[in-house]
């Protein structure tokens, strides 16, 4: 059985209230759960220390179990020092940038590169100076 840490949302419309959870990774999002491990109310202020609360016990015997955190919980993990900040992954929807962007980065990288060789070229004719006297 595929375990799985993460949010499982309850409140009223347009006001979110998320119960961090260990789920089998089969079952639906708001159903049946294993064990509740803490909250998280994206309504509070970012300071609050009330936004997010979880069993840090419990969330390494979790861990330690195999249990996998979705993308968020890992954040909010890292972010308690739990675990290693996750990997930045490419947004499949955010897809690759145009063909003007591109130009430009592909300028900028032009630029750096001359800017570079010429920085080279000047330390090598310094040398060059101060060898000759």
């Not at 375990?3 to 089998?24: E, F, S, T």
Request: net charge positive; aromatic share 6%.
């Amino acid at each position: 059985m595929a375990l799985k840490i993460r949010l499982a949302r309850g409140g009223a419309k347009k006001r979110p209230y998320y119960r961090i959870v260990v789920a089998d990774s089969r079952a639906a999002r708001d159903g049946g759960f294993i064990e509740r491990l803490g909250s998280f109310n994206p309504l509070l202020a970012k300071d609050n220390e009330q936004r997010l609360t979880f069993n840090t016990e419990r969330m390494q015997y979790w861990l330690q179990q195999g249990a996998q955190p979705t993308d968020r919980v890992a954040k909010f993990l890292a972010s308690a020092e739990l675990i290693a900040a996750p990997a930045q992954k490419n947004n499949p929807i955010q897809g690759k940038p145009k063909a003007k962007a591109q130009e430009r980065i592909r300028a900028a990288q032009a630029a750096e590169e001359a800017a570079a060789a010429a920085a080279a070229k000047a330390a090598e004719e310094a040398n060059a100076a101060e060898a000759s006297e």
